[in-house]
């Protein structure tokens, strides 16, 4: 069974929300976020399972308006501070995620806010509202298993990650993101929810 099948209700919402216009601030990708939370959250994890960490493509939207990522943290992991450069959204289907958020200036970062995302949290980003970020996991408890739907323009093998001001230079700085991992290996790990609820 294909990935997105899991997500199928989620992608298409997606197509038809696509169709009618691409969000383009932080407003209509919260709303868009709002709506799709329902699909987005039908899909459970075993909890009895420890999924092979990496990042599994769902689906990508053959026009290249949209795709659908679900990652696999290892516990402890700390990400570096990246951006996107496109609208995105994730939700967290199992244990937590910490969030911190930054402001790009005079060749540092500095962090604006932070927040603990539980499993059925969700958060939204759209430029030209700074999207760079960096995200963590609990050393204990449940794995961390999130979705992310990313718009146009995401690079699937090339990531952008910000480095600190040094006398070799600094900033935005390309990096190439680890393989795509197979679905074959956590599908096994994922139910769809009995009361599945429907996105708008």
């Given at each position: 069974?294909?990935?997105?099948?899991?997500?199928?209700?989620?992608?298409?919402?997606?197509?038809?929300?696509?169709?009618?216009?691409?969000?383009?601030?932080?407003?209509?990708?919260?709303?868009?976020?709002?709506a799709l939370t329902g699909d987005a959250l039908a899909v459970t994890?075993?909890?009895?399972?420890?999924?092979?960490?990496?990042?599994?493509?769902?689906?990508?939207?053959?026009?290249?308006?949209?795709?659908?990522?679900?990652?696999?943290?290892?516990?402890?992991?700390?990400?570096?501070?990246?951006?996107?450069?496109?609208?995105?959204?994730?939700?967290?289907?199992?244990?937590?995620?910490?969030?911190?958020?930054?402001?790009?200036?005079?060749?540092?970062?500095?962090?604006?806010?932070?927040?603990?995302?539980?499993?059925?949290?969700?958060?939204?980003?759209?430029?030209?509202?700074?999207?760079?970020?960096?995200?963590?996991?609990?050393?204990?408890?449940?794995?961390?298993?999130?979705?992310?739907?990313?718009?146009?323009?995401?690079?699937?093998?090339?990531?952008?990650?910000?480095?600190?001001?040094?006398?070799?230079?600094?900033?935005?700085?390309?990096?190439?993101?680890?393989?795509?991992?197979?679905?074959?290996?956590?599908?096994?790990?994922?139910?769809?929810?009995a009361g599945r609820g429907g996105s708008a």
């Amino acid at each position: 069974m294909p990935m997105k099948t899991l997500w199928g209700p989620m992608i298409e919402a997606m197509d038809r929300a696509s169709a009618a216009a691409a969000p383009r601030s932080v407003a209509e990708v919260a709303a868009l976020m709002h709506a799709l939370t329902g699909d987005a959250l039908a899909v459970t994890c075993d909890p009895t399972m420890t999924l092979p960490w990496g990042r599994y493509l769902v689906h990508a939207d053959p026009a290249g308006r949209y795709n659908v990522q679900l990652d696999v943290f290892s516990s402890g992991y700390e990400g570096a501070i990246h951006g996107h450069g496109t609208w995105g959204i994730f939700w967290v289907l199992q244990g937590a995620l910490m969030v911190r958020d930054f402001e790009l200036a005079l060749g540092t970062a500095r962090a604006q806010r932070a927040a603990l995302l539980g499993a059925g949290g969700a958060q939204c980003f759209c430029p030209p509202a700074s999207d760079w970020h960096q995200v963590a996991t609990p050393a204990e408890g449940p794995q961390t298993v999130s979705l992310h739907l990313y718009g146009p323009g995401f690079d699937l093998d090339e990531g952008v990650y910000f480095a600190e001001m040094t006398k070799d230079g600094a900033g935005p700085t390309p990096y190439r993101r680890g393989p795509l991992g197979d679905p074959a290996r956590v599908l096994p790990g994922l139910r769809v929810h009995a009361g599945r609820g429907g996105s708008a």
